[in-house]
């Protein structure tokens, strides 16, 4: 097998570091920190992974990432994603990092950045990949404690790209944070929104219509809706889809469905990405490997969903175009 997906150079654009916390990590930081975990061993960690819908996840995704308290915690993580990614092709990274997970701990927003921005430096310098940061809001919070975030955010505007929307998807549409986003547009921010991964379509509506987004995370419900499947195409709206996320929380029954290929064939700028690889079982070229195996993925669908990553980067134009 040539391997094509993870010998061409690509970039990832929907991957949450905190996700991409391993077991043997998250013990390792929970004794350095002194913290105690409800886990004992990486095989009690793994054993909690069994989810049948998003806020399963999420319920361990937060208690994962409350081992992560240092700037040195941040820093371990992001590089150890970033060296992962770089063995997959990966050479430009958008990576979303969730400050609102850290606050209420007491990890001040400085300590998370200087963490991360180390990695992505230490990254650039001796892995040759780049990287971007995108905040995430958790939507299960209210709108005000989004504009608290973003506040805070703004005197880090060089260091980070974009503004993005996640955690429990159902009951927090989009609407709920119009007035956040519109002026993190006005600050400079690229705007993304995890949108029908488990909501409807309207989600995907308010993201486009009311938020005004960039790109759409997950994005895979907008099927159900084919007036939206031509506004994204017909807007070269480009979705981050996840597969190994999509199989893991139930979002497809089988991988032999995934809904890649319908997407492809419907003119939609899919991508492929790992979204918490830690806690769903690969990084993104075993994400490209799954659907190679599932639904036998051709090369040229491989090929023009790695094109589609570059194309839907918040990258100079020079730099996309040595890529497609
Ligand atoms: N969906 C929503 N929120 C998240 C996810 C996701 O896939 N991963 C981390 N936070
Ligand atoms: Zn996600």
């Known amino acids: ?68 308290r240092t700037a040195e915690d941040f820093e371990d993580l992001a590089w150890a994603y970033l060296a992962s990614a770089a063995a997959d092709g990966v050479v430009h990274a ?48 209210d709108e005000a404690d989004a504009e608290r975030t973003l506040d805070l955010a703004l005197p880090y505007r060089d260091r980070v790209i974009g503004v993005g929307l996640d955690s429990s998807e159902l009951g927090h549409p989009p609407a709920k944070f119009r007035n956040v986003f519109r002026r993190a ?44 499947v031509r506004r994204l195409a017909a807007d070269g709206m480009a979705l981050t889809v996840c597969p190994l996320s999509n199989l893991r929380l139930c979002v497809v029954d089988d991988m032999k469905v995934h809904p890649i290929r319908r997407m492809l064939e419907a003119g939609l700028v899919a991508t492929v990405n790992s979204d918490d690889p830690s806690y769903f079982g690969g990084y993104v070229a075993d994400n490209f490997r799954a659907l190679e195996a599932a639904i036998g993925l051709a090369e040229g669908e491989t090929r023009a969903l790695v094109r589609n990553s570059f194309r839907a980067a918040f990258l100079p134009a020079e730099t996309k175009a040595r890529h497609l």
Not at 27 to 54: C, H, M, P, W
Not at 127 to 139: A, D, E, K, V
């Open 1 to 68: 097998m040539t391997d094509l997906a993870a010998r061409l150079p690509k970039a990832e654009l929907h991957i949450h570091i905190e996700g991409s916390l391993e077991p043997e990590m998250m013990l390792r930081l929970a004794q350095r920190n002194g913290i105690a975990l409800k886990f004992a061993s990486v095989d009690e960690i793994r054993a909690a992974y069994a989810f049948t819908k998003l806020d399963d996840f999420l319920a361990v995704y937060y208690q994962g990432m409350s081992v992560l």
């Open 185 to 228: 547009r006005d600050a400079g921010f690229r705007l993304v929104c995890h949108a029908g991964e488990e909501g409807p379509p309207d989600y995907v509506w308010e993201a486009l219509d009311v938020l005004g987004v960039d790109r759409i995370d997950h994005g895979n419900r907008a099927l159900e809706d084919a007036s939206l």
């Open 94 to 141: 958008e990576i979303f990092f969730d400050p609102q997970g850290h606050l209420p701990r007491g990890v001040s927003f400085d300590t998370v950045m200087q963490g991360l921005t180390a990695a992505t430096a230490r990254a650039e310098r001796e892995l040759g990949i780049t990287s971007h940061l995108i905040m995430c809001f958790l939507r299960h919070l």
